[in-house]
């Protein structure tokens, strides 16, 4: 890892994609992650890739869909308004099993919303956004350094599954300056190597073959049984996802926890900071991080239940999205209850420590 | 450890560079920290802030919202945030841009002229870096040989002038704040 600098979420990830071996770039700006398009315009064409500033979202995902079609590593990214506009676009990349990944610097919505941060995106990342049956696989850091190391996590993640990885941060976690860390540079040749496990199915010049067939790469199966084959096979793989690549952190989870929260991104940490205050005061509130969003961590939240802890408090930055999927894994057993915030506010610590008093 | 600091001031006086200094400087002094600017639509006259944290444990919240330290670079900061400040905190404040000072019990309070100061110096810009000496002569939050190591790294080649400015400007924050 390289020495530590102090760095923007927005330029941390930018820096960290481009050593992660990221060569194209497709974008479209919008505030609150024009830091990272200005920086992928600036430091691309250093290391010979290129960057294009498309039209408009809709067309750069498309670039997207493109140049992941010929086995690159690409990126494009967004805040919320320019996420949903790309959703079209995302649905086909995961229909079309293309790798690639997409970042979501969170604003408050709906609409044009505003520019503050925001965790209302959190069911279109998750459950679909887009058409049809597919999943994204959905990494949510909570710091800069996490957001940075990220980069390379969700390129071989996408690689590995051919499959679209997203991002799901937010203005917060763009705007702030953090100590961050990176990994070495990938050389071309290491690049390279990367890339050749797509060879068997992408676009490329293939001298091997007289007739110059070309690999096909299509979301549409006009016959309905094949059609099903092919979903039925996007499930495997995604259950197979769901086996491999839950993350999560506990924070202060022990036996003796009263209540336990679960919170994911810029939300974490400010019931970390709760949780912190509480325990001075000897009273014992464990957290639950998940740090992917999906697939979901639900038995490290099921796993945490027992006869002690007599609420599981949930908090984000939403009208409670989340929320959902933490009652799905606590199925009833205890009462599940809520704290958002909207609008592009954050709550402070204070605010949570009386959410959890007032449950005690 | 851990400090909670908000700086403040006019668009273009430097207070995020205040915060970013400090930061940086905590940063490399192998301290935990993080700096979270205010951004957006501001009004024309309002004030641009930041909320920096330096700590010896994992920053939880990089949100500050009762600092511990306030840095107010006009009358429009202190109004924003001197109710906010904790008991027992600071409060550094210029008073070219403070007409109406500050009213508050139970902190210390320092203050200078320090557009007048950073005149004298030679340049106006160097006005925050004498509110970043104020703080660390009051409090040694980092050292200065830290801020001069990278001040001296980002501007010995580009503007060797303006760093003896910005140098000179520190020094005698650090020594008002002694006096």
Redesign the interface.
């Given at each position: 890892m390289s020495e530590k600098v102090l760095m923007k979420g927005n330029e941390a990830v930018a820096e960290a994609a481009i050593r992660a071996g990221c060569r194209l770039y497709f974008a479209y700006p919008i505030t609150p992650q024009s830091e990272l398009i200005e920086y992928m315009a600036k430091m691309l064409p250093k290391v010979k890739g290129t960057f294009v500033q498309a039209e408009s979202e809709v067309a750069a995902i498309n670039m997207v869909y493109g140049a992941a079609g010929c086995g690159k590593r690409v990126m494009t990214s967004s805040s919320s308004p320019g996420i949903s506009l790309k959703m079209e676009g995302i649905s086909y990349l995961a229909g079309a099993n293309l790798p690639s990944v997409i970042i979501n610097v969170q604003r408050g919505g709906p609409g044009l919303g505003d520019i503050q941060p925001a965790q209302g995106d959190y069911f279109q990342a998750t459950k679909g956004g887009g058409h049809g049956d597919y999943r994204l696989i959905v990494l949510a850091p909570n710091s800069v350094q996490e957001f940075a190391d990220m980069a390379s996590e969700a390129f071989d993640l996408a690689d590995k599954y051919r499959i679209p990885v997203m991002i799901l941060s937010d203005g917060l976690l763009g705007q702030m300056m953090e100590p961050v860390s990176f990994k070495p540079t990938l050389t071309a040749e290491e690049i390279a190597e990367k890339e050749k496990i797509h060879l068997d199915w992408c676009m490329r010049p293939n001298e091997d073959e007289p007739n110059h067939h070309h690999h096909e790469i299509n979301s549409l199966e006009i016959d309905p049984n094949v059609l099903e084959t092919h979903v039925l096979d996007l499930e495997k793989k995604y259950k197979l996802i769901t086996e491999n690549e839950i993350k999560f952190e506990e924070y202060n989870i022990n036996d003796d926890n009263q209540i336990v929260c679960v919170a994911y991104g810029t939300a974490s940490r400010i019931v970390k900071s709760a949780i912190d205050q509480l325990s001075e005061k000897g009273i014992n509130v464990g957290l639950i991080r998940p740090i992917n969003v999906w697939p979901y961590p639900s038995n490290a939240i099921k796993n945490v239940l027992h006869k002690k802890v007599k609420k599981v408090i949930t908090f984000e930055l939403n009208l409670g999205q989340m929320v959902e999927d933490v009652r799905l894994a606590v199925n009833g057993q205890i009462p599940v209850e809520f704290l958002g915030k909207v609008g592009g506010l954050v709550f402070s610590p204070d605010e949570v420590i009386k959410k959890i008093e007032d449950n005690l | 450890m851990k400090y909670e600091i908000i700086s403040s001031g006019f668009g273009g006086q430097g207070a995020l560079t205040v915060g970013?200094f400090l930061?940086?400087a905590g940063?490399k002094e192998g301290k935990?920290?993080?700096?979270?600017?205010s951004?957006?639509p501001e009004m024309r006259g309002g004030t641009a802030n930041v909320s920096v944290v330096i700590s010896d444990k994992e920053?939880?919240?990089?949100?500050v919202?009762f600092p511990s330290i306030l840095v107010a670079l006009n009358q429009p900061s202190i109004d924003k945030f001197a109710s906010a400040t904790i008991d027992g905190g600071l409060i550094v404040f210029n008073e070219d841009m403070c007409p109406n000072g500050v009213k508050r019990d139970n902190v210390e309070i320092i203050s200078a002229p320090m557009n007048q100061i950073a005149k004298e110096i030679g340049s106006i810009k160097v006005l925050n870096m004498v509110a970043i000496g104020m703080v660390i002569g009051k409090t040694g939050i980092v050292k200065y040989e830290t801020l001069e190591q990278d001040l001296t790294a980002f501007l010995e080649k580009k503007n060797p002038e303006l760093l003896k400015a910005n140098l000179k400007a520190i020094k005698k924050g650090i020594e008002l704040a002694q006096s």
């Open positions: - | 970013k930061a940086k940063m935990n920290v993080s700096w979270l600017p951004y957006g920053v939880a919240s990089p949100l919202s």
